[in-house]
């Protein structure tokens, strides 16, 4: 049996918001929110998100991601 004790991963419930006009567009779950925002910006997706997302690059700015959310693992 193995004696060591491994913490449960925190996973993130997320919005992301659209800056230009403050509307979030997206709710996520995550338990790595850098890479999972990264992922997003990288934009290589071709659904709604991803093209609210280019419309917000298009104009400069990036997604605003604020967190929802740490529930304990799952």
């Not at 925190?10 to 990264?38: A, V």
């Not at 609210?52 to 604020?66: C, D, E, G, L, R």
């Amino acid at each position: 049996m193995d004696s060591h004790f491994y913490p449960p991963k925190q996973h993130y419930i997320y919005l992301l918001i659209n800056p230009l006009n403050q509307q979030p567009f997206y709710i996520g779950m995550t338990d790595n929110m850098e890479f999972r925002i990264k992922q997003h910006i990288d934009g290589r997706e071709d659904t709604a998100k991803s093209k609210v997302i280019k419309h917000i690059q298009s104009q400069n700015m990036t997604p605003v991601a604020v967190i929802l959310e740490t529930p304990c693992g799952r």
